[in-house]
């Protein structure tokens, strides 16, 4: 019960802020021409079928070669933070082989 009150309550208020919204001339206005857009687009893909299909193909392949991209880039990410975690290492390493070449006794 306490959903479908919830559920009703939301419903209600987002009926009551869109007409609340529309009392601005601007918004109305731009509202009324983004529909327009909207049912032209909606006419001109169900008459033309074939090209949304390839328009959506297109889309998906987009977003498939940026997911790659995206995937690349972590691999690489992760291995710099990996030769980063070395780094540490090599530095002591280096800091120590410089301690040792000038603590060795000096023959003259």
């Not at 079928?49 to 997911?67: S, W």
């Amino acid at each position: 019960m306490g959903q479908s009150k919830l559920l009703i309550s939301v419903v209600a208020g987002a009926v009551v802020g869109a007409a609340l919204s529309m009392l601005d001339r601007t918004t109305r206005e731009k509202t009324i021409a983004t529909t327009q857009k909207m049912k032209e687009a909606i006419s001109y893909y169900a008459a033309n079928r074939d090209e949304l299909q390839v328009l959506v193909e297109e889309k998906v392949l987009a977003a498939k070669v940026l997911c790659e991209s995206v995937s690349e880039n972590v691999n690489t990410i992760a291995e710099k933070v990996d030769e980063f975690k070395e780094l540490p290492s090599t530095i002591q390493e280096m800091i120590n082989d410089t301690k040792s070449a000038f603590s060795l006794p000096h023959k003259e």
